[in-house]
């Protein structure tokens, strides 16, 4: 009679295809994952090369525009020298007046070429968000919140104030006896380019 340990399976030779199958699933998720990692490290190393060109090219142009500003300004900056340099000479007060004058246009065309107008604000009416109001007077021969004198001209970009103008204001409602006061009319917004800015009451202090 035959005993039942002549029929067990050997050892280490199952059929079984589930089995099998494990070890190469694993295998292959292994490789897959690897690969993906192999991908996110390529991405993230040309992502860092970009930025950085990005960011080198970004500081040469930024040169490259400041040195064209400045051999724009160079023009205007010799002329400057030369209307000195004549005050010293037989040079009439008219010729040296014309001499600055013509400096002064050469430098206003400068800025046109470079996107900055300057405002127009005498006469209008005060506009809060390209105006500065350092102080208000009263004169009944103009409109009541116009501005009366512009202390320093404001410029813009577009229709973005480069820098608001600071004025004085006229304002009716005040006494006749009074004479030109500080007021607490807030500042126009400032851009971005600058901060810091002080506002209207601070300058009228000084």
């Known amino acids: 009679m035959k005993s039942h340990r002549d029929h067990a399976p050997p050892k280490g030779n199952s059929d079984d ?3 099998s199958a494990v ?3 694993r295998s292959a998720e292994a490789s897959e994952l690897a ?3 192999d991908r996110l490290f390529r991405l993230a190393a040309d992502f860092e090369n970009f ?3 990005t960011a080198q090219e970004t500081e040469r142009r930024a040169a490259a525009q400041k040195e064209l500003f400045i051999h724009d300004l160079l023009p205007a900056i010799d002329n400057l020298e030369r209307a000195l340099a004549s005050g010293n000479t037989s040079t009439s007060h008219e010729q040296l007046r014309q001499g600055v004058q013509m400096t002064f246009h050469q430098l206003q065309q400068l800025l046109r070429r470079h996107g900055i107008e300057p405002e127009e604000s005498l006469g209008q009416v005060f ?3 390209r105006q500065e109001a350092l102080s208000t007077r009263r004169d009944p021969a103009r409109p ?3 501005v009366l004198e512009v202390l320093q001209r404001g410029y813009r970009r577009g229709q973005e104030v480069f820098r608001p103008a600071k004025v004085i204001v006229n304002d009716l409602s005040q006494a006749a006896s009074d ?3 500080p007021v607490n009319i807030a500042p126009a917004p400032q851009p971005n380019h600058q901060p810091g800015q002080k506002r209207a009451n601070d300058a009228s202090d000084h």
């Open 23 to 25: 070890p190469s699933a």
């Open 127 to 129: 506009d809060p968000r």
């Open 51 to 53: 930025r950085k060109r």
């Open 144 to 146: 009541d919140h116009t």
């Open 17 to 19: 295809p589930v089995e």
């Open 179 to 181: 004479s030109a006061v």
């Open 35 to 37: 690969e993906v990692k």
